[in-house]
């Protein structure tokens, strides 16, 4: 079965903190992936990877930053974090060339105040 | 950049009755259509996709349909069941490795 796993579940930061959003990945896939989540909006794609030491740019990349230092793990990285980032994230991670279906983790409920 | 619409926001129906999530998109280039349930306080798991060579596709009780022309494609579940209660997410990806996803319908089975 696939496994893809995030940390942490839930988190609670401050204006103007850090946060970093962990995910890991047991599937040997090249592509992984980070979204966002929000009412009405489905899922935002962030940042994504093609493999170890790759990040690349989604739709709404503003404010984050993305971390790729092996195959398993992918890191959603919010250096300034402001209110407006108050969501929930997704990893996913895929078949390398994509058109194949992606495998989320559980997600992570960020509130930031 | 490639547009999904997901026409339906909520979609209630009775149990045993068909259920159809109707979604659009924008890019001729799209290529792969895939379906994503998100049962409550969950992630997303995939359901069922269609690639552009083909124009239907059925895996037990989910049937869908892909009109290239009209660039529209839809999701058809036959004989609901309460478990089919959940958010469903229709999906296009037109650049081999991004997914632009629909605004997601929240469907409900009525028993």
């Known amino acids: 079965e696939a496994a893809v796993t995030q940390s942490p579940r839930n988190k609670v930061a401050v204006t103007g903190g850090k946060v970093t959003l962990s995910c890991n990945q047991t599937?040997?896939?090249?592509?992984m992936y980070w979204y966002r989540q929000d009412t009405g909006h489905g899922l935002r794609l962030i940042h994504y990877s093609y493999g170890a030491g790759s990040t690349e740019k989604g739709d709404i990349p503003d404010g984050y930053k993305a971390s790729r230092p092996s195959q398993e793990n992918f890191s959603l990285i919010l250096e300034l974090a402001t209110p407006s980032q108050t969501s929930v994230y997704f990893c996913?991670?895929?078949?390398?060339?994509?058109?194949?279906?992606?495998?989320f983790g559980p997600g992570t409920r960020l509130t930031v105040l | 950049g490639e547009k999904v619409e997901q026409h339906e926001s909520t979609l209630s129906v009775r149990e045993g009755d068909s259920a159809v999530i109707n979604c659009t998109y924008t890019d001729t280039a799209s290529s792969y259509f895939p379906w994503y349930k998100q049962e409550a306080g969950k992630g997303l798991h995939f359901v069922i996709d269609i690639r552009s060579n083909v124009d239907r596709k059925q895996s037990q009780r989910l049937i869908v349909l892909l009109d290239k022309k009209a660039k529209r494609f839809s999701l058809h579940i036959t004989a609901t069941q309460p478990e089919d209660s959940a958010i469903y997410f229709c999906a296009a990806d037109n650049a081999g490795a991004k997914l632009t996803f629909g605004g997601g319908t929240r469907l409900t089975v009525r028993p």
């Open positions: 996913a991670s895929g078949r390398l060339g994509g058109l194949y279906e992606q495998y």
């Open positions: 599937n040997n896939h090249n592509n």
